[in-house]
């Protein structure tokens, strides 16, 4: 969960670091948001790959690790390896078979073995040289196993129509890309860089919880516009009161809007 995007390194530095730093109060918890809105697709899918027993797994940007103990205790896989820069939340939750690395896989020596399923989600969306890390990643899954990537897509554009919601995630999208590099708008290329990466088949699915108020997922938005607000305002789209508007929006019955969504895609590694 790092670096830039192509080009110059970001004005703001790395994730984690301008925004959203784990060590701020309510890290962890904004990230649970996230996990409630998304774990149950999230885990749909992995359980529909196959992952289950006897499966060795790589889970990569883990966050608090809630897929990590849910492939343990749901799928009942043999092991994970969680991974992200950093752990504390990771080592806060402990579970029988999860086993925990502070690494940053951007790094030229990130190689922790091969495993049956390696899984990033909402990772590589905040790293560079995107080619190189999926190929990486990729010669991570074993023989006969997968790659199971998923990030955010945009879902605002010219026709969408103006609420304080659009206003604030334009703004978002953009102060996030000049302040930490994050970049959403080549994820819809994933089938075809997993396809360049020697995996096949490959196929992707795209999934939109809804916006309704008292949510996880509202909730979600609205600490991370809270946390990404100074980006926010560095690009003259929004101002504080606008950021204010559009956490209230989020919060009322008005609301009528379309959240981001999440495209998973996947690939398999051909068996000799």
Same mark, same amino acid.
């Given at each position: 969960?790092?670096?830039?995007?192509?080009?110059?390194?970001?004005?703001?530095?790395? *994730?984690?670091?301008?925004?959203?730093?784990?060590?701020?109060? %309510?890290?962890?918890?904004?990230?649970? #948001?996230?996990?409630?809105? *998304?774990?149950?697709?999230?885990?749909?899918?992995?359980?529909?790959? %196959?992952?289950?027993?006897?499966?060795?797994? !790589?889970?990569?940007?883990?966050?608090?690790? =809630?897929?990590?103990?849910? !492939?343990?205790?749901?799928?009942?896989?043999?092991?994970?390896? /969680?991974?992200?820069?950093?752990?504390?939340?990771?080592?806060?939750?402990?579970?029988? %078979?999860?086993?925990?690395?502070?690494?940053?896989?951007?790094?030229? $020596? #990130?190689?922790?073995?091969? #495993?049956?399923?390696?899984?990033?989600?909402?990772?590589?969306?905040?790293?560079?040289?995107?080619?190189?890390?999926?190929?990486?990643?990729?010669?991570?899954?074993?023989?006969?196993?997968?790659?199971?990537?998923?990030?955010?897509?945009?879902?605002?554009?010219?026709?969408?129509?103006? =609420?304080? *919601?659009?206003?604030?995630?334009?703004?978002?999208?953009?102060?996030?890309?000049?302040?930490?590099? =994050?970049?959403?708008?080549?994820?819809?290329?994933?089938?075809?860089?997993?396809?360049?990466?020697?995996?096949?088949?490959?196929?992707?699915?795209?999934?939109?919880?809804?916006?309704?108020?008292?949510?996880?997922?509202?909730? #979600?938005?609205?600490? =991370?516009?809270?946390?990404?607000?100074?980006?926010?305002?560095?690009?003259?789209?929004? $101002?504080?009161?606008?950021?204010?508007? /559009?956490?209230?929006?989020?919060?009322?019955?008005?609301?009528?809007?379309?959240?981001?969504?999440?495209?998973?895609?996947?690939?398999?590694?051909?068996?000799?």
């Amino acid at each position: 969960m790092t670096d830039a995007p192509r080009g110059d390194a970001p004005a703001g530095g790395r *994730y984690g670091e301008a925004v959203f730093r784990p060590e701020q109060a %309510g890290e962890s918890e904004r990230i649970d #948001f996230g996990a409630l809105a *998304y774990d149950d697709i999230t885990m749909a899918r992995l359980r529909a790959l %196959g992952a289950g027993p006897g499966w060795r797994c !790589l889970d990569v940007g883990a966050g608090t690790g =809630t897929i990590s103990r849910r !492939l343990l205790q749901e799928a009942g896989v043999a092991s994970v390896l /969680a991974v992200d820069r950093d752990v504390r939340f990771l080592a806060e939750r402990p579970a029988p %078979g999860l086993d925990v690395l502070e690494a940053d896989i951007a790094a030229p $020596d #990130f190689a922790p073995g091969r #495993f049956r399923l390696v899984h990033a989600r909402f990772v590589l969306m905040h790293l560079p040289e995107r080619d190189r890390l999926i190929a990486t990643l990729a010669a991570l899954v074993a023989p006969g196993g997968v790659l199971v990537l998923s990030d955010a897509v945009d879902l605002t554009n010219d026709r969408t129509p103006g =609420t304080p *919601y659009t206003g604030a995630m334009r703004a978002m999208w953009q102060g996030l890309r000049s302040s930490i590099g =994050t970049d959403v708008s080549w994820v819809p290329a994933y089938p075809h860089l997993l396809r360049g990466a020697g995996l096949m088949p490959v196929a992707a699915e795209i999934h939109v919880p809804p916006l309704l108020p008292g949510s996880p997922l509202s909730s #979600f938005w609205a600490d =991370t516009w809270e946390r990404s607000r100074a980006a926010m305002l560095a690009t003259g789209l929004i $101002d504080d009161a606008g950021v204010d508007e /559009a956490i209230g929006y989020l919060r009322s019955d008005e609301c009528a809007a379309l959240s981001a969504g999440m495209l998973t895609a996947w690939g398999w590694k051909p068996k000799p």
